[in-house]
């Protein structure tokens, strides 16, 4: 019997995975993760301004690196490998010339941030986006923020144009167009010439960049203008049309073919975000939500379109066909999640990051002990409303209600206080963050059965697992698979291959199932129930008093 192959390539924050899948049961064959070596290094990025940039050689680099090894690695007939679909993290815009090159690939702006990808946690663009929201309420036209929760953010798509055309005169003249992260990978690996044609993403479009059917495409040129006159020539270099991801966007070119030591008889996907791949990888269905849990999370949740009577306010976009096509996907979020674990970590290992004492090697080990041995601890201490408790805000807030410009709070502090318990406080932070989302969704009539959990965080952290059933008060399935997303990617690949008739279909066919159950403990409820109240409290009080 002659089987067939599909691979996932999957884009994260800080590194690149690709899976070789047998397009029959899902079963992986080989994976293969490489890091970004500029992004590890800290090139072109400024945290203290929430500037995040990443240049387009660490993913090409990444995507001949994965790919080859894991084809060599899975054994398997380069020509029964049918499919291929890219998903990346959003919106992360990059600029491009006419012919869909990269600015920063030009030898003038190789070292310029502004001319590289802005990646989704990038904040610079706060400014823009309340100019946007400002506009879309007061110009007298259709809001075209409605079907973005009403609230545009500092992560997407215009905002972050706008920024940088404002900031950059050299790069906004150069720019033919922009492109988001997951289209320009797609765009790069078919060999596109043709900005006009390709295939763009419906994921990305609709949750980033306020395009919707109902308007036939992007926000009207005089909305635009108002915002930039040179939105004018851009918006007419962008895109009306936009495809989902069990579309076919084009085959392997002869170039990337020879690269990969794969055929040109491959199909290419059109691309799709992680989140929203991540969420097909775990079988999502009606009622569900899957929390993609990393360095920031999404939330995803399908509904037939008939179910969703109004538009759900203060979350990421409720877009026809960004997870399966034919119903509506839901998206929301938080800014940071791991990253404010991550955070503390580093913050209690300065001095063994500046210490010359300390070698090397010793600090590498030693940061990476670090978060285990404070969950360790954290997980002994008892709950209590006395405790110490936290905000999640520490990179701002993305749902419900974006203001990505809020910052972080903790409060019940003394000298008594050890780092474990405020640990535990900002561990317990990211999960009344989650509950947040969760009462958003259920409070405009959009129900919630289940809830599954994937991502690094889902599978690595039993403490968070359990912690966030007992703030949620429900029952949290933790999906198989070690890279959701990138089977999600494998699912639509082999769909656009015509090796299904459908994404629920190879869903189905595909999944891994789910690997354990976190049942909340009822007197964990209880406390954390009044807990969750006084996060409340403190959140209304900071947001109205203290940011600004």
């Known amino acids: 019997m002659v089987k067939n192959h599909v691979i996932g390539l999957d884009f994260g924050t800080d590194s690149v995975r690709a899976v070789v899948v047998d397009a029959a049961n899902g079963s992986t064959l080989a994976t293969h993760v490489q890091g970004y070596k500029r992004w590890r290094e800290g090139k072109y990025c400024d945290a203290s301004q929430s500037m995040f940039r990443q240049h387009i050689l660490d993913h090409l680099e990444g995507i001949e690196s994965t790919i080859t090894t894991v084809v060599k690695a899975s054994g398997v007939d380069v020509k029964s490998i049918k499919g291929i679909c890219i998903d990346t993290t959003g919106s992360s815009p990059v600029p491009v010339d006419e012919h869909g090159v990269s600015l920063c690939l030009k030898p003038e702006f190789e070292h310029n941030p502004n001319a590289m990808m802005v990646l989704w946690k990038d904040h610079t663009a706060i400014k823009e986006a309340e100019e946007i929201n400002q506009l879309a309420r007061r110009w007298g036209g259709i809001d075209y923020t409605r079907f973005e929760g009403g609230i545009y953010s500092s992560e997407w798509f215009w905002a972050k144009i706008l920024h940088i055309i404002r900031e950059d005169e050299a790069v906004k003249n150069a720019a033919f167009s922009w492109i988001e992260h997951c289209d320009l990978m797609t765009f790069i690996l078919t060999g596109g010439k043709d900005l006009k044609s390709f295939k763009r993403s419906r994921c990305a479009a ?104 109004d538009t759900v306010k203060g979350i990421c976009g409720q877009v026809n066909g960004s997870v399966i096509p034919g119903m509506i996907g839901l998206e929301a979020g938080q800014s940071a999640f791991g990253d404010m674990l991550a955070w503390f970590r580093d913050l ?34 008892p709950i209590s409303e006395s405790s110490p408790l936290a905000l999640d805000w520490i990179n701002g807030r993305r749902t419900p209600d974006a203001n990505q410009a809020l910052k972080t709070a903790i409060v019940n502090l003394s000298l008594g206080t050890s780092a474990p318990a405020v640990f535990r406080a900002l561990v317990e932070a990211i999960c009344f963050g989650s509950k947040k989302i969760v009462d958003r969704f259920v409070e405009e009539g959009v129900e919630i059965k289940s809830v599954v959990g994937i991502g690094g965080v889902a599978k690595k952290s039993p403490f968070i697992m359990q912690t966030l059933a007992d703030v949620l008060n429900m029952p949290i399935k933790v999906a198989s698979s070690e890279q959701a997303p990138a089977l999600g990617a494998a699912m639509y690949a082999a769909t656009a291959a015509g090796l299904y008739g459908s994404v629920t279909e190879a869903s189905k066919a595909m999944n891994n199932g789910f690997e354990k159950i976190y049942q909340p403990h009822a007197k964990n409820v209880l406390v954390y129930a009044k807990m969750y109240k006084t996060y409340c409290a403190l959140g209304d009080y900071v947001e109205r008093n203290i940011n600004h």
């Open 348 to 381: 209690v290992a300065w001095p063994i990051d500046n210490l010359s004492s300390v070698s090397v090697t010793d600090r590498e080990k030693l940061n990476d002990e670090i978060i285990t041995a404070l969950s360790r601890q954290a997980e002994k201490l």
């Open 206 to 309: 609709g949750h980033k960049a306020m395009w919707h059917e109902s308007w036939n495409g992007l926000p009207d040129e005089k909305f635009l203008v108002q915002l930039d006159p040179s939105f004018r020539v851009l918006r007419k270099n962008l895109y009306e049309e936009t495809y989902t991801s069990d579309q076919v966007a084009g085959n392997l070119s002869p170039e990337w073919a020879k690269k990969l030591g794969l055929t040109t008889d491959t199909t290419i996907a059109v691309g799709t975000f992680d989140a929203h791949a991540g969420a097909v990888g775990a079988e999502v269905e009606e009622y569900t939500l899957v929390r993609v849990m990393g360095t920031s999370t999404c939330d995803i949740i399908v509904s037939p379109e008939e179910k969703v009577n």
